[in-house]
């Protein structure tokens, strides 16, 4: 099975869907994703029609855990069970999903990893992941075992790539001692309010200044070094789960005026605003959708086709609250 594959670019609203091509393989992607983690309670036909929407906008790329749901991949099982996807189809779309988190621990374990990938194929009625993320990082990880984990998968052509999910540079370097694949991916949150990752570098080396505390070792900057893309999960967030800042007028009121004032300029909603302003980082960051509605998003989708300039970037950063010193 290759890993290579070709799409045509698919018009939204006035422009086209960016596609990125990931590092280490020929695998031209959506630079936004279609998260699942929110589809239980819905109805297969409204699974169907989320991604057939998530599609019509271009997007082709769709992101599991086996940890989403009540049950262990219950999302994943309702995806399979809802969404059928032909041959040619499913060589036209990625599907990635993630390992580590179980009910009350985390388990790298060579074991967990193998038996937890066949349940999740089995859940989404498919052959191979396109990308397999370790979660949230294991303090009990044992390299040796996911390497093993690794190859087995990979050479069974269960897995095509691998990456990390939330993990900081040692971590992944601790991983590289042992694991012979290319981890291409690191998927960590980040939104125009909850920004530490790139807020840190900006204002490094501030005595007394909070924002210039270095709280992941410098992920960013890591990444961009060593050819790994980084995926953005709860763009809208707040902080940690704490709420969206889109409309938040108490709390938030000079970003929103600033996201409404480039929404107008662009002719674009607000989401999309807040998602152009990741996909602008240079480091070609993709962008997870969480959401189950389909207008929201269409309208956060639009932010792929959105190149804000230098200033405005910096207006939404600063509009947020961060400092440039």
């Known amino acids: 099975m290759t890993a290579e594959r070709r799409f045509v670019p698919v018009c939204i609203q006035n422009g086209y869907m960016r596609t990125m091509t990931l590092p280490n393989t020929h695998f031209p992607v959506s630079d936004v994703i279609l998260g699942l983690m929110r589809i239980v309670p819905l109805a297969d036909q409204e699974i169907r ?4 929407a998530a ?3 271009g997007m082709n790329f ?3 855990a086996d940890v989403y749901g009540g049950e262990p991949h219950e999302c994943e099982r309702r995806f399979g069970d809802a969404v059928t996807f032909s041959a040619e189809e499913r060589a036209n779309v990625a599907i990635q999903s993630k390992v580590g988190i179980r009910s009350g621990f985390w388990d790298f374990s060579k074991e967990h990893i193998l038996r937890s990938v066949d349940e999740s194929l089995a859940a989404l009625r498919t052959d191979y992941l396109d990308l397999l993320l370790l979660h949230r990082p294991d303090a009990l990880v044992e390299p ?3 390497a093993e984990a690794f190859e087995i998968l990979h050479d069974a052509g269960k897995v095509l790539n691998f990456g990390v999910s939330n993990h900081t540079p040692g971590q992944v370097e601790l991983l ?3 694991v012979t694949q290319p981890l291409i991916v690191n998927q960590v949150q980040l939104s125009i309010t909850h920004a ?8 490094a080396n501030m005595a007394g200044l909070d924002q210039s505390i270095d709280r992941d070792n410098g992920i960013l900057d890591y990444c961009r070094l060593n050819n790994i893309t980084l995926q953005a999960w709860s763009p809208f967030q707040k902080g940690f789960f704490d709420g969206i800042f889109l409309n938040d007028r108490e709390n938030y009121a000079a970003l929103n005026e600033v996201i409404d004032d480039l929404a107008r300029a662009y002719d674009a909603p607000p989401a999309a605003i807040a998602v152009a302003w990741i996909t602008r980082h240079p480091a070609h960051m993709q962008v997870v959708l ?4 389909v207008q929201h998003l269409v309208d ?18 600063t509009a947020a609250g961060h400092i440039l010193p």
């Open 62 to 64: 769709f992101d599991h």
């Open 290 to 293: 969480g959401t189950t509605n």
């Open 49 to 52: 029609f989320l991604v057939g």
């Open 176 to 178: 590289k001692r042992s």
């Open 196 to 203: 530490p990752l790139i807020a840190a570098g900006v204002s």
């Open 144 to 146: 040796d075992e996911v």
């Open 55 to 57: 599609r019509d906008a």
């Open 300 to 317: 956060s989708a639009a932010g792929s086709d959105i190149t804000l300039t230098r200033e405005e970037w910096y207006r939404l950063f």
